[in-house]
C-alpha cells in the first residue's frame, strides 16, 4: 500500500507541496496544480517548461516522487461536443516519463444536460486518449467524478468494455453527491459501496474523500476521513481484504475545492487541515488493519 496525496490540496507551491509530504513521512504526491516562484500556479502539464524544471529539480533534491499526475484531460471542464484536442496528452507523456510517473488521471467529459451523451464519440476519443498513454508505457485510470462514467456505475463498465486497457481510480466521496442517472428523476445521490463493489475489479488507485449530502444547500460537506457517508472504512476494509496493495491518495476538499473557487482557506489553515487528514487516514488504516483477522498488510508510506 502507497500512501500518498494531491498536493496542491496543502498549497500550490512546489515547496509546500514537498514540505507536507515530509511532514506525513511519505514519499510520492499525485501531482495536480502546482506553481513555483515567477511563474502563475497550473496544472502539471500545463505550466512552462521553464516552471516544470523547476519542479523537477524540486522534487528530486527532496527525494520526492509523483506517483500520478491528477490531469485535466477530458475532465469536468470539456465537452464532447467541442474540438477533440490531445494537446495535453502531448504535453503530459513526455513530463511523466521525466518523473517516472506511471498513472494519469483522465475523465470522459462532462455531462450534458440533454439525454444524447454522445456515448460513441466519448469512447473514440478515449480509446485514442488511452492507446496514446499506453504506447508510452503509462496507465491511464478513469475517476468517477462528474462526467460520463461517474454518471453511476454502468457507465464506468461501459467505459472499459469500449476502451481496451483502460483501468480506474476509485474516488470514495464522488457518489456521495453524483446523481445516480440509471434511476428515475429525481435521481437519488449515488451510493459509494454500491458503486466500489461493482468496479474495484478494475481499480488500480483510490482517492480519499469524505463527505456528507446537505440536503438543504444541495451540496456536499467534506470531512475527515470515516466521518462522512463515504463509506471509506468498509471500502478500504474491503479492499485490503482482497489484497489491495497499491497507491491511495487522499484529497480532503475540506480547506480548498480543485473546481470551486468559493471554498477557500487561509494557506496556514490550508496546510494543517492536510496533514491532519493525512495523519487520520494512517490512524484510520492502522485500526482496520489490527482489526482485521488476517495479518500481513504492509503499509509503504510513499
Not at 453511476?152 to 442517472?181: M, Q, S, Y
Not at 434511476?183 to 466500489?196: S, Y
Given at each position: 500500500?502507497?500512501?500518498?496525496?494531491?498536493?496542491?490540496?496543502?498549497?500550490?507551491?512546489?515547496?509546500?507541496?514537498?514540505?507536507?509530504?515530509?511532514?506525513?513521512?511519505?514519499?510520492?504526491?499525485?501531482?495536480?496544480?502546482?506553481?513555483?516562484?515567477?511563474?502563475?500556479?497550473?496544472?502539471?502539464?500545463?505550466?512552462?517548461?521553464?516552471?516544470?524544471?523547476?519542479?523537477?529539480?524540486?522534487?528530486?533534491?527532496?527525494?520526492?516522487?509523483?506517483?500520478?499526475?491528477?490531469?485535466?484531460?477530458?475532465?469536468?471542464?470539456?465537452?464532447?461536443?467541442?474540438?477533440?484536442?490531445?494537446?495535453?496528452?502531448?504535453?503530459?507523456?513526455?513530463?511523466?516519463?521525466?518523473?517516472?510517473?506511471?498513472?494519469?488521471?483522465?475523465?470522459?467529459?462532462?455531462?450534458?444536460?440533454?439525454?444524447?451523451?454522445?456515448?460513441?464519440?466519448?469512447?473514440?476519443?478515449?480509446?485514442?486518449?488511452?492507446?496514446?498513454?499506453?504506447?508510452?508505457?503509462?496507465?491511464?485510470?478513469?475517476?468517477?467524478?462528474?462526467?460520463?462514467?461517474?454518471?453511476?456505475?454502468?457507465?464506468?463498465?461501459?467505459?472499459?468494455?469500449?476502451?481496451?486497457?483502460?483501468?480506474?481510480?476509485?474516488?470514495?466521496?464522488?457518489?456521495?453527491?453524483?446523481?445516480?442517472?440509471?434511476?428515475?428523476?429525481?435521481?437519488?445521490?449515488?451510493?459509494?459501496?454500491?458503486?466500489?463493489?461493482?468496479?474495484?475489479?478494475?481499480?488500480?488507485?483510490?482517492?480519499?474523500?469524505?463527505?456528507?449530502?446537505?440536503?438543504?444547500?444541495?451540496?456536499?460537506?467534506?470531512?475527515?476521513?470515516?466521518?462522512?457517508?463515504?463509506a471509506v472504512r468498509q471500502i478500504l476494509t474491503d479492499a485490503f481484504a482482497r489484497g489491495?496493495?497499491?497507491?491511495?491518495?487522499?484529497?480532503?476538499?475540506?480547506?480548498?475545492?480543485?473546481?470551486?473557487?468559493?471554498?477557500?482557506?487561509?494557506?496556514e489553515a490550508q496546510y494543517a487541515n492536510y496533514v491532519q487528514y493525512g495523519k487520520r487516514?494512517?490512524?484510520?488504516?492502522?485500526?482496520?488493519?489490527?482489526?482485521?483477522?488476517?495479518?500481513?498488510?504492509?503499509?509503504?508510506?510513499?
Amino acid at each position: 500500500m502507497i500512501l500518498t496525496g494531491i498536493a496542491d490540496e496543502a498549497g500550490s507551491h512546489i515547496d509546500t507541496q514537498i514540505k507536507a509530504t515530509k511532514e506525513l513521512g511519505w514519499s510520492t504526491i499525485e501531482a495536480r496544480n502546482v506553481e513555483v516562484d515567477g511563474f502563475p500556479k497550473g496544472n502539471i502539464h500545463d505550466i512552462p517548461d521553464a516552471a516544470f524544471e523547476i519542479v523537477l529539480e524540486k522534487l528530486a533534491a527532496a527525494n520526492v516522487g509523483v506517483y500520478a499526475f491528477g490531469s485535466t484531460i477530458a475532465n469536468w471542464g470539456k465537452k464532447i461536443d467541442q474540438p477533440f484536442d490531445l494537446s495535453e496528452v502531448h504535453r503530459a507523456i513526455p513530463r511523466m516519463q521525466k518523473l517516472k510517473t506511471k498513472y494519469v488521471r483522465i475523465m470522459s467529459y462532462a455531462v450534458r444536460e440533454d439525454e444524447n451523451q454522445m456515448a460513441e464519440e466519448r469512447f473514440r476519443r478515449l480509446r485514442e486518449i488511452t492507446k496514446l498513454f499506453l504506447d508510452a508505457g503509462l496507465q491511464p485510470v478513469h475517476e468517477n467524478c462528474m462526467n460520463y462514467g461517474g454518471m453511476a456505475w454502468p457507465h464506468t463498465l461501459e467505459l472499459l468494455e469500449h476502451i481496451p486497457g483502460l483501468k480506474l481510480v476509485f474516488d470514495t466521496a464522488n457518489p456521495v453527491f453524483n446523481p445516480d442517472r440509471t434511476k428515475p428523476k429525481p435521481w437519488p445521490r449515488q451510493d459509494p459501496w454500491e458503486f466500489w463493489t461493482h468496479v474495484r475489479d478494475h481499480v488500480v488507485h483510490i482517492h480519499i474523500k469524505d463527505a456528507i449530502w446537505n440536503l438543504g444547500k444541495n451540496d456536499a460537506d467534506y470531512t475527515f476521513p470515516g466521518e462522512g457517508h463515504g463509506a471509506v472504512r468498509q471500502i478500504l476494509t474491503d479492499a485490503f481484504a482482497r489484497g489491495y496493495d497499491a497507491g491511495i491518495s487522499i484529497e480532503p476538499h475540506m480547506a480548498v475545492v480543485f473546481h470551486n473557487a468559493s471554498v477557500n482557506a487561509d494557506a496556514e489553515a490550508q496546510y494543517a487541515n492536510y496533514v491532519q487528514y493525512g495523519k487520520r487516514l494512517m490512524g484510520l488504516i492502522d485500526e482496520i488493519k489490527a482489526a482485521m483477522p488476517v495479518t500481513g498488510i504492509s503499509a509503504k508510506k510513499a
